[in-house]
């Protein structure tokens, strides 16, 4: 199977210090890919990479078979990627609608397009349509994760990132959006996402990625990953570990 996105020996460095040494990883078609990592580990930098917001020192990173290494960030969204960065960052003062429309912008002039894609972005999220000539700004936390989401895939990508969409997040919400990823998957959509809630996000996704100091330590199947005693410790709490030993001492 052809990769949809393939990472080769990225270096990225702010300064004398280097937030990604050398990882190499890959996407397939339809796949949903997790990012694990403490804070500091370089995850939101290899997204920001992807989407052309940081320069890359060395490595490649090829969408389709095509280098997004010498394109801009905008250009990279009309090639197909999207980025949800972390914190939302949504247009405050700007209404719902006005945000989607935004998202939109490699088809400005094509209203039915925009239009259709609105209507998808509101099945996916029904509580924007009602608020759609609402303020941004006065959206939940929750109802502003969605619209961040709703408003990435108003580009109609066919890679989704994903940084942190669970962060500060009620539990009755974050079961809702992750429910929400897998159907935007199901849709055709592939998606790397950079999580914090290992549990969750090892449990829709298909393979999974260990990111620690900016190396990549441990990568495999999230069923296998699920497992690993050593991801157990460091994400998941060691609580999978234990039980397994309750069951078996």
Known sequence: MENILKIENLHINYGSVKALKGISLEINPGEIVTVLGANGAGKSTLLRAISGLIPIQEGE???SNKSLRKIEAYRIVIEGISHVPEGRRVFATLTVEENLNLGAFNRRGDHQLISERKKRAYSLFPILEKRKNQ??????????????????LMSDPKLLLLDEPSLGLAPILVQQIFKIIKEINQQGVAILLVEQNARKALAISHRGYALETGNITISGLSSDLKDNKKIQEAYLGGAALQRKMDRTG
Do not use: V
């Open 61 to 63: 990173i090829l969408f």
């Open 135 to 152: 303020l941004a700004g006065t959206l939940s936390g929750g109802e502003q994760q969605m619209l961040a989401i709703g408003r990435g």
